[in-house]
């Protein structure tokens, strides 16, 4: 029977605690040790059995494992009973703390290293791309419009260009020292830039605000690429674009520490049907091999309307 299944493998405490905990927030094995209070082999155990009958997914990236609750299909129906029946239990809403704290430093962490090397950013994408001009590259696909966003935008390089072509550029980063390098550059220029602080997870822009929304190398950054993707969805315009630059899937763990990557890039398939499930027909693909770091891909898609396919499709 199906149902004794799952009931056998929620028929622990413990793997109760570690699948609500992951219902909310996709972690690493060293950071659900960390949480617990556990030794890894107990934990690896208990995450074995979760995986095994489809109440987990565990997503493998170069050598880290991170493990999230399966919110479909059976999934839902478990994580339903589970969060009704956890409701003010203090030791699972004491487990959700810990593991926000724990997310919360990462955001952190990632934030004070982009802070500490806004100044440096321009030299240290040699080190990552080599000559490869990657803004020249996008602008290949930029067409003239209104109003455009650099989510990720960092210093402000792209922005510069964009405005070759956009009338009033906006840029979004979470690093407040990278913006403020952005805004020594583009202050130097004039024309209508637009600087914000803020997640790309969770924009601070309104609903169809821009016709062109451009994440050039942030989504391997982002704890949640998909939420990032489906926030552009929210913001573009119907009828408007997205174009995202992204590495391919690689195995260079050396990034995580030298950039502070959290994915070590995408599978073509795996960013288009994003790009797909954010509201975007994508229209081509283009790939680049630079003379240092991964490979590069170049997606471009439409923000669909009604009566538009929206199927991904390479080129």
Known sequence: MKSLIYFKAMADSTRIRLYHIL???????????????MGQSRISRHLKILTDCGLLSCRRDGVWA????????????????????????????????RAEAIVFERRLRRQQFFDDIAPRWEHLKVDLIGD??????????????????????????????????VEQVVGVDSSSNMLKEAEKRLKAMGGDFDLR????????MGDGEVDLAVI????????????ALNESGR????????????????????LRDRFGDRWLGFSEDELMGWIHDAGFAVEST???????????????????????PVSPSST
């Open 197 to 204: 602080l803020g997640e790309l997870e969770h924009l601070p």
């Open 286 to 308: 283009r790939h680049f091999s630079p003379s240092r770091g991964p490979a590069v891909m170049i997606c471009q898609a439409v923000k669909a309307g009604a009566g538009t």
């Open 23 to 37: 219902l909310h927030h996709e972690m690493s094995v060293n950071e659900i040790v960390t949480l617990m209070g």
């Open 132 to 165: 490869f001009d990657l803004n020249e590259a996008l602008m290949a696909a930029i067409r003239p419009c209104r109003m455009a966003v650099d989510l990720g935008c960092g210093t402000g390089a792209l922005m510069t260009r964009l405005a070759e072509r």
């Open 66 to 97: 991170f493990y999230s609750a399966e919110k479909e299909g059976a999934g839902a129906l478990v994580a339903t009973l589970v969060e009704s029946l956890s409701e003010g239990e203090a030791l699972i809403q004491e487990d959700l703390t």
């Open 235 to 254: 913001v573009v315009a119907e009828g408007g674009r997205l174009l995202v630059a992204e590495f391919g899937q690689h195995a260079d763990e050396s």
């Open 216 to 227: 050039s190398l942030a989504l391997h950054h982002l704890d949640n690429p998909r939420l």
